[in-house]
């Protein structure tokens, strides 16, 4: 198949077009789209599209692709539309363009706060370079598919926009929840988001049947489990995930680690850590797994 084809069953790849004023977030923008799963690139003249998009389909592995475009790219920004004719002809792409500015006051604040200059900036006037920049992008924007202000927006906020426009159903997996169990005595996981301690629940350690085995074992499960507090406890604790993974979605997380602790972190925390992972698999959430101090013995 030639390059650019495609299968008539076949949905064309999505290229995002990043483009707007210089300080309006850019770079935050891209980093949103390559948590999302795009495939990212920086500064890309425009010149260089065609032949990259090429390249890409070429891989056949790369079927969403975020480009920022803007006014770095010196004279040979001004050759965009053409290429985007060019991308339009061939079919090979469904690309669209997102457009950020942001007041002229909020820029200038943005400059100032971070100390670097304007990519205009021959003259050193910050809020000139913003006003001849807005002026040379004016038939840009109205090619825009969207345009976001992002003056008033926390970058949080700017993350939840950009999931909005460009994630889906088939883009729930990117985000991602991690699960680790572990013993008390060896410490508290460093990169916990949630931290539940389970020392509380029925110890295997004290049946000496089931001290050398693990929560991975099933009779071990069966005893955490088979008593009424275990049986309360985890009816409440899914609820709770059941609740806050949908808020942490919401603010614009890619991945949710969840840590479960006991003493020794080879019973308790094992199965309570297992039954969590079969109950979110089932609500569909991308979910791995680690028994941090499994191998570790004592209580």
Do not use: W
């Not at 094992?270 to 109950?279: M, S």
């Amino acid at each position: 198949m030639a390059v650019g084809a495609t299968d008539a069953n076949t949905p064309l790849p999505r290229l995002v077009i990043v483009t707007g004023l210089s300080g309006a977030g850019k770079t935050q923008v891209l980093r949103h789209l390559e948590d999302l799963g795009f495939f990212c690139v920086d500064n890309l003249p425009p010149a260089l599209i065609p032949k990259f998009t090429d390249l890409c389909i070429q891989t056949n592995s790369i079927d969403r692709l975020a480009l920022v475009v803007d006014i770095r790219g010196g004279i040979f920004f001004d050759d965009l539309f053409e290429v985007l004719n060019e991308l339009k002809q061939k079919g090979a792409y469904q690309y669209e363009i997102l457009f950020l500015e942001a007041s002229d006051e909020c820029l200038v604040r943005r400059f100032k706060e971070s100390r670097r200059s304007h990519p205009l900036s021959e003259h050193g006037e910050i809020l000139r370079c913003i006003q001849e920049e807005r002026a040379c992008l004016q038939e840009l924007r109205g090619h825009a598919n969207k345009v976001i202000d992002t003056s008033e927006l926390t970058n949080t906020q700017l993350k939840v926009g950009v999931s909005e426009l460009f994630s889906s159903r088939v883009d729930l997996p990117q985000f991602r929840v991690s699960i680790i169990s572990f013993g008390y005595k060896y410490g508290i996981p460093l990169d916990s988001d949630l931290v539940f301690d389970v020392r509380f629940l029925p110890n295997p350690y004290y049946v000496p049947e089931l001290q050398l085995l693990t929560g991975n074992e099933e009779v071990v499960e069966k005893y955490v489990s088979g008593s009424a507090v275990t049986d309360e406890f985890m009816k409440k604790f899914l609820v709770l995930i059941d609740f806050l993974v949908p808020e942490y979605i919401k603010e614009g997380k890619s991945i949710l680690t969840i840590a479960v602790g006991c003493t020794g972190g080879r019973h308790r925390s094992v199965a309570v850590a297992n039954n969590l992972e079969r109950h979110l698999k089932e609500k569909n959430y991308r979910v791995s797994i680690r028994h941090r101090d499994i191998d570790h013995s004592g209580l």
